[in-house]
């Protein structure tokens, strides 16, 4: 289960890296009529097996270590690296993402693939190696970045004393605002990521959030207010309305139930499936309501995820 995660985020870096990224810039180039023999001391000297050669600022081919063999086997190392050298070419654009060029990697079975620009130029080069690197130091620097979250998250209440310690967040929800619709959900998410809590808990907190948000807006009759409560062991929502209540809280947490009039369900909202996905992801939920008063929700997301559902 551990493990997941990683491989998860690895494939996501496939498409998110970009060539550019994790090329070799500063690519050692030959020019076609470099000898055979000075290519064999070039390689040597630097330690490649293999480069591309350059003409006019163009790239004009890839003289390799099997061109090298040949030229040994037929005795011919003062021939140009132009007699040699592959012609036809496989190439990427530094804008085109990491995995595309594994894909090119598999399909061709070459070793390295010259990066050019728009007018042919080139700019780089890039082995499976380079990608190898590349994914390794960004999934470090993805490991690093979650764990300065953690620790932030953590450490929010380290150094306040007091018996019992909270970040309360209020938002004011209107009546019927569908323009301003989803504006408290979005805030208080976008707070809980600045305080440093783990993606997975602010995804799950966001869910119950809308839609409770949405739950006023839909079926309040004067608005309402959804309040965030952060502690050090959970995050706390309440949705409290002033409406016509809920005569059935069993039957409306059903999928699918709902008492939204009809010119709401035509804009795309009262689907009834509110508090049937609030129910789904917290870790506890509660509703009670009073016919013609309103209606309280009370739902927790725990931020040690063992001491909850799972995502």
Sequence with gaps: MTSTPEVYKAQELLYELKIGDVMIRRVITVEPGTRMRDFKNLMRDNRISGTPVVEDGKLAGIVSIEDLIRALEQRDMDAPVSQFMTTQLHTVDEHDSVGRALKKFAQTRVGRLPVVDEQGGLVGIITPDDVTRGVL?????????????????????????????????????????????????????????????????????????????????????????????????????????????????????????????????????????????????????????????????????????SEGKAE
């Design 137 to 305: 130091k960004a999934l470090q620097n993805a490991y690093h970045e979650e764990e300065v979250r953690r620790y932030r998250a953590s450490h929010i209440f380290e150094d306040i004393a007091s018996d019992k310690t909270s970040l309360v967040l209020r938002y004011n929800v209107p009546l019927r605002d569908f323009d301003q619709a989803g504006r408290a959900s979005s805030q208080l998410k976008q707070t809980l990521n600045r305080l440093g809590i783990h993606p997975r808990i602010v995804r799950r907190v966001a869910i119950v959030s809308y839609e409770a948000e949405m739950n006023i807006v839909i079926h309040s009759t004067t608005g309402g207010t959804l309040v965030g409560e952060v502690t050090p062991t959970a995050i706390s929502l309440l949705a409290v309305d002033q409406g016509p209540g809920i005569p059935d809280i069993k039957l409306a947490q059903q999928p699918g139930f709902s008492t939204a009039p009809d010119w709401i369900r035509e804009m795309g909202f009262g689907a009834g499936m509110g508090l049937a996905n609030i129910k789904s992801v917290a870790d506890d939920m509660h509703v009670t309501s009073l016919v013609g008063e309103g209606t309280k929700l009370t739902a927790v997301i725990y931020l040690n995820p």
